[in-house]
C-alpha cells in the first residue's frame, strides 16, 4: 500500500525557514484562534480508522472526478484495515497527525523509498500529506513537512522523494516552494487507470 500519491489537499503552501531546516511542530494554537491548539503526535493503531477515512474523503475530493466509479472503487478497495496495519508495522513507516478539538486535522505518512528513482544518496519517500479542509492555512501542514524533514535527517536520509499528480498544480507549487524538484515521470494506477505523476526531489 505503498506509493499512494503525496499532495497538501487543502493546506496552504509555506516555505521552510531560511536555512531550509525544519523547526518542528509550532506552538500550540499557531495558525489558529485561542482554544483552537492544534496539537501533533505520533500515530497509534487507534488512529488507523480515522487516518483512512479522512485518506478516503480528501482523495475522492481531489481526485474522484478523474476516474470510472469502478477504478476508483478497486482503488480504495486496497485500503482495508489489515493492509493500513501491515503497513504501519513496516520498519521505517512513520506516520505524524495532527490534530485540533474536532478530531484529526491532517497526517503526513513517510517510509522505505517504493518510487521508481534512480538510485543515489539515502532518501526517505513522502509517501502521503493530507489535511482536513479546516486545516486551510493553520500552518499544519508546514508543521507536518518539517517534521518529515526531521525524521529523515535523523534516519541519515539525504533526500526526500514523492509522486504528485501531474494536473494537480497547487500540490507541485506547494513542493516547489519548499524546495522540491521534479526528477522524472511515474505511473500512478488506479484501478485499470493509470494518471500521470512527477516524481520530485528534496536535498537535505
Not at 119 to 129: K, N, S, T
Not at 145 to 159: F, K, L, M, P, S
Request: glycine fraction near 10%.
Amino acid at each position: 500500500m505503498s506509493s499512494d500519491r503525496a499532495h497538501p489537499s487543502a493546506a496552504s503552501p509555506l516555505p521552510l525557514s531560511p536555512d531550509g531546516r525544519g523547526k518542528g511542530p509550532p506552538a500550540e494554537g499557531s495558525g489558529k484562534g485561542e482554544g483552537d491548539a492544534i496539537h501533533y503526535r505520533d500515530t497509534t493503531p487507534a488512529d488507523l480508522p480515522a487516518i483512512d477515512a479522512l485518506f478516503r474523503d480528501s482523495f475522492v475530493a481531489t481526485f474522484g472526478h478523474l476516474y470510472r466509479p469502478a477504478d476508483l472503487a478497486a482503488f480504495l478497495g486496497k485500503f482495508t484495515p489489515e493492509a493500513w496495519a501491515e503497513e504501519f508495522a513496516t520498519p521505517g513507516v512513520a506516520i505524524r497527525i495532527a490534530e485540533d478539538a474536532e478530531g484529526l486535522l491532517g497526517y503526513c505518512k513517510i517510509g522505505p523509498v517504493t518510487l521508481p528513482v534512480e538510485p543515489g544518496p539515502p532518501a526517505i519517500e513522502l509517501r502521503q500529506l493530507y489535511l482536513d479542509a479546516r486545516g486551510k492555512g493553520s500552518g499544519a501542514a508546514q508543521a507536518l513537512i518539517d517534521w518529515a524533514v526531521e525524521t529523515a535527517r535523523a534516519q541519515a536520509a539525504e533526500r526526500i522523494v514523492l509522486s504528485v499528480y501531474v494536473d494537480n498544480h497547487r500540490a507541485k507549487r506547494f513542493y516547489a516552494r519548499l524546495g522540491f524538484r521534479e526528477i522524472g515521470i511515474y505511473h500512478f494506477r488506479v484501478g485499470d487507470h493509470l494518471d500521470e505523476d512527477r516524481l520530485m526531489s528534496l536535498d537535505l
